[in-house]
């Protein structure tokens, strides 16, 4: 049983979802009432059962940045590819403070046999720790309740499965990204590091990172900065490119 506890963005009471919803129909009619999650909201502190054990999600993050992402089914080609790329980069994750959990709507019991697969699809040995925890979401309440579910992807028996969902949450606790992929295209987790990158330099700068931005490369000053502000607030220098419009938009400095 998974607990969720959700404050809404209009601050409604913690509502707790203790009912277990296991059928289709009544996941549908839970998605179309559930609020969604927005950018900026506080990420439910739900309680789950994972392969290290029952977690309250809140504090399993403590201090942490967080990237929680779902994928459809255990024992599954582009599931097993993914979780193994994920696996590769953990340390790269830790080196950020971002604490990583997966979620499937299979059972503990299966994703412990499948992180042996995972480890030796990466040539580890299956005696080792796999470096994240997997939430076994096998009555699909968090998935329904997260908006996980994919109602064009089933399982043998008609249930939806998992899509491929990345959530990044903050220090404090709130929603800073999501993406949402269907079951049939893996993600690509260097981007996903690429994306925190950016998440975590824009937390602390009042900078933004234009398109294909790597570590180390300039940035953007954002455009609710006067000309005159800006000039001081990035002593490195601005740049602004000449535009045919003559609008001076397009202002780069120096990563801070
Ligand atoms: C996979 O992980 O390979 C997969 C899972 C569900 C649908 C399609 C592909």
């Not at 999600?57 to 979780?83: A, K, R």
């Not at 699809?121 to 997997?134: H, K, L, T």
């Not at 699909?140 to 109602?151: C, F, H, K, S, T």
């Not at 903050?170 to 998440?199: C, H, M, W």
Request: with cysteine; net charge negative.
């Amino acid at each position: 049983m998974i607990i969720l506890s959700v404050k809404t963005c209009s601050g409604l009471d913690d509502l707790n979802l203790l009912s277990s919803v296991c059928c289709y129909w009544s996941a549908r009619v839970f998605i179309a009432t559930m609020p969604g999650l927005l950018l900026g909201d506080v990420f439910p502190n739900f309680e789950a059962e994972t392969t290290n054990g029952k977690i309250k999600f809140h504090d399993f993050l403590g201090d942490s940045w967080g990237i929680l992402f779902s994928h459809p089914c255990d024992y599954t080609p582009v599931c097993t590819t993914e979780l193994g790329r994920a696996a590769k980069l953990s340390d790269e994750f830790s080196r950020r403070n971002v604490k990583m959990i997966a979620l499937s709507i299979d059972s503990l019991e299966d994703h412990r046999g499948w992180t042996k697969d995972i480890l030796a699809y990466n040539n580890e040995e299956s005696g080792c720790a796999f470096p994240f925890p997997i939430i076994a979401d096998h009555q699909r309440e968090l998935a329904v309740a997260l908006g996980m579910l994919d109602p064009d992807e089933k399982d043998k028996d008609g249930m939806p499965l998992t899509a491929r969902c990345v959530f990044v949450i903050g220090q404090d606790k709130k929603l800073k990204l999501s993406l949402l992929y269907p079951a049939t295209t893996g993600r690509n987790f260097d981007e996903i590091l690429r994306v925190v990158d950016s998440l975590q330099l824009t937390a602390k700068n009042r900078v933004a990172t234009p398109a294909d931005w790597q570590p180390g490369e300039r940035v953007m000053v954002p455009p609710n900065i006067p000309e005159e502000e800006a000039a001081a607030m990035f002593p490195a220098g601005v740049y602004t490119k000449e535009l045919p419009s003559e609008r001076k938009y397009l202002r780069y400095t120096p990563q801070p």
